[in-house]
């Protein structure tokens, strides 16, 4: 089996366990197997594009994740180079933004209040975890290669502007 198919298959399986269950999971049983609420319909349109544009950003990250990184966004199976391509050049963490525009998506589009109360908590323990597990990981393993990264593009707000890697700059985060 190549690196490349094992990545993927590892990719799908943590696809599957980690957001399928914060994002498909809990969200079903948080809003009684997601029955909707009274919601304005504009709301309605306006969860249902976030909610698909949060998958459609999920699936691209851990995609990026097989072909750049030949590995997973898995501890227990890490990349085997630092991805900072794709969405990865306008945000560090776009599998987490993600997640929240996907929870935020559904709370608009079901009208389920108790949707955005959870979407704060699936940001909050995400940011605990990279700032104390997953940034300094990333530093002892990439060093200084990270820290350029880090220098030049946010890890919640997305940039305007992807970040050109040939593009030597100090603190860049357009």
Known sequence: MTDRIRAALGSLLFLLVAPGVVVGLLPWWLTGGWTAGHTWWPLRVLGGLLLAAGLAALL???????????GTPAPVAPTRHLVIGGLYRYVRNPMY??????????????GRPVLLAYALCAWALPAAFVRFYEEPTLLRTYGDEYREYQRNVRAWIPRRTPWDRSVRSGDDRS
């Open 60 to 70: 691209w990250a851990f995609g990026q994740f097989v072909v750049e990184g030949l």
């Open 97 to 110: 933004v993600a997640i929240v525009v996907a929870l935020l998506g559904q709370a608009l589009l079901l």
